[in-house]
């Protein structure tokens, strides 16, 4: 079946238009369907974070573990945006939860890197290792750690997590770091100095400060980078937990 983008439906997916893709599904368009670039439809409603369209995808049959371009996984671009609901039909759909993408990443991954506490919970309850490592062979409660993000912690000690006490050391380590200037670095490590900086400062998750740099050029946001500030409370977590944490 030629699965290439029929007129019509990638559109659709762009604009969230149910009733379009209800339509073309219905007149046989494959809901596998990709674009030229090999993008699929329904990775792009997962990204889009459209979970009424991705339904519809999955529920004509859609592959719910079928590579875009061969590289990007859907579930692990709804988890790398934090859309918890598309996450949620995914894997109800049968999505793998430890899925692996291009480069060795896992959308365990992408939420705990970022920060998507409630993710983190989706996935690990439908069965996602606690302990499988990041492309760099990071633990993900050390990278949990590092984010600075109580929930994702507290979520992966409830799944039994590993590494608590390298976990504990990278908490504490951020506690003594300005993160405001930890990001600026960063920034500068890859764009080099001299740039104009705007800081911003929000709660993304109950006790947890998130701390968001964006690098300007002409005035205009280039680049950026954020963290959360939840250390203290996950070094708290973590020396709080039954016994030393020697694992």
Same mark, same amino acid.
């Given at each position: 079946?030629?699965?290439?983008?029929?007129?019509?439906? &990638?559109?659709?997916?762009?604009?969230?238009?149910?009733?379009?893709?209800?339509?073309?599904?219905?007149?046989?368009?494959?809901?596998?369907?990709?674009?030229?670039?090999?993008?699929?439809?329904?990775? +792009?409603?997962?990204?889009?974070?459209?979970?009424?369209?991705?339904?519809?995808?999955?529920?004509?049959?859609?592959?719910?573990?079928?590579?875009?371009?061969? =590289?990007?996984?859907? +579930?692990?671009?709804?988890?790398?945006?934090?859309?918890?609901?598309?996450?949620?039909?995914?894997?109800? =759909?049968?999505?793998?939860?430890?899925?692996?993408?291009?480069?060795? &990443?896992? @959308?365990?991954?992408?939420?705990?890197?970022?920060?998507?506490?409630?993710?983190?919970?989706?996935?690990?309850?439908?069965?996602?290792?606690?302990?499988?490592?990041?492309?760099?062979?990071?633990?993900? +409660?050390?990278?949990?750690?590092?984010?600075?993000?109580?929930?994702?912690?507290? @979520?992966?000690?409830?799944?039994?997590?590993?590494?608590?006490?390298? @976990?504990?050391?990278? =908490?504490?380590?951020?506690?003594? +770091?300005?993160?405001?200037?930890?990001?600026?670095?960063?920034?500068? @490590?890859?764009?080099?100095?001299?740039?104009?900086?705007?800081?911003?400062? &929000?709660?993304?998750?109950?006790?947890?400060?998130?701390?968001?740099?964006?690098?300007?050029?002409?005035?205009?946001?280039?680049?950026?980078?954020?963290?959360?500030?939840?250390?203290?409370?996950? =070094?708290?977590?973590?020396?709080?937990?039954?016994?030393?944490?020697?694992?």
């Amino acid at each position: 079946m030629d699965t290439h983008e029929p007129p019509g439906l &990638f559109p659709a997916v762009y604009e969230g238009d149910q009733d379009a893709v209800v339509r073309l599904l219905r007149t046989g368009v494959s809901p596998d369907s990709a674009d030229a670039e090999g993008q699929t439809a329904l990775y +792009l409603a997962a990204v889009s974070d459209a979970p009424g369209v991705v339904r519809l995808l999955l529920a004509a049959g859609a592959d719910p573990d079928r590579l875009s371009s061969d =590289a990007d996984a859907p +579930l692990c671009g709804a988890a790398c945006g934090g859309h918890t609901e598309v996450v949620r039909a995914l894997l109800a =759909a049968g999505a793998t939860p430890d899925l692996e993408e291009e480069y060795g &990443f896992r @959308a365990l991954t992408w939420a705990v890197q970022l920060g998507h506490a409630e993710v983190v919970h989706v996935l690990l309850g439908a069965g996602a290792d606690p302990d499988l490592p990041g492309p760099g062979g990071e633990p993900p +409660l050390v990278a949990a750690a590092r984010r600075g993000s109580p929930g994702c912690v507290r @979520a992966l000690l409830a799944h039994g997590a590993r590494a608590r006490r390298e @976990a504990l050391a990278e =908490a504490r380590r951020w506690m003594r +770091l300005d993160v405001a200037a930890e990001l600026r670095a960063g920034l500068e @490590a890859t764009y080099g100095p001299g740039h104009a900086y705007v800081t911003r400062r &929000f709660e993304q998750e109950p006790g947890a400060v998130t701390v968001e740099v964006t690098l300007l050029r002409e005035g205009r946001p280039a680049a950026g980078n954020d963290q959360q500030t939840g250390h203290a409370v996950i =070094a708290g977590l973590l020396a709080a937990g039954p016994g030393t944490p020697t694992e």
